[in-house]
C-alpha cells in the first residue's frame, strides 16, 4: 500500500470488478505458467505483474527457490494467450527457455488485483 499519498500506479489499484456466476462459468479461466530460464534477478516478477495489470487479468507471480517462477492468472482466453506471449518473451535482460501451462480452477482471493507473492 502506498501511504506517501501519491497515487498508485494504474496496473497497481485494486479492479473493482462485478462478477456473477455464469461470468465466471462462461468468461473467466485459470492457468498457472511455469516459467524456466534465467528469470530470476531480472525484474521477472515486476514485468508479469506490469503486464497483468495491463491486460487486466487477476492472480499473482512468485519464484520458486529452484530458479523458476510461477504464475498463476485468471482471465479470458484472449488475455490469458496474451500473457503466455509475454511470459515467452520476459523483460530484457531474461532468458526464458521454456513456459510450462496448465489449467486451473479461479481462486477468489485474488479477483480484482494480481500480486507479487513470496517466494516458495
Known amino acids: 500500500m502506498e ?21 465466471v462459468r462462461q468468461d473467466v479461466l485459470a492457468r498457472r505458467y511455469i516459467v524456466s530460464g534465467r528469470v530470476q534477478g531480472v525484474g521477472f516478477r515486476n514485468y508479469v505483474e506490469h ?12 519464484n520458486w527457490r529452484d530458479g523458476r517462477v510461477e504464475v498463476f492468472a485468471m482471465g479470458s482466453h484472449e488475455k490469458l494467450n496474451k500473457l503466455r506471449v509475454a511470459l515467452e518473451k520476459g523483460p530484457m535482460m531474461s532468458s526464458v527457455t521454456d513456459v510450462g501451462e496448465e489449467p486451473d480452477r479461479p481462486d477468489e482471493r485474488y479477483r480484482g488485483n494480481f500480486i507479487i507473492e513470496i517466494t516458495i
Open 3 to 23: 501511504t506517501s499519498g501519491a497515487p498508485l500506479a494504474p496496473w497497481k489499484m485494486r479492479r473493482s470488478l462485478c462478477y456473477t456466476e455464469s461470468t
Open 51 to 62: 503486464i497483468a495489470g495491463k491486460l487486466e487479468v487477476d492472480g499473482y507471480v512468485r
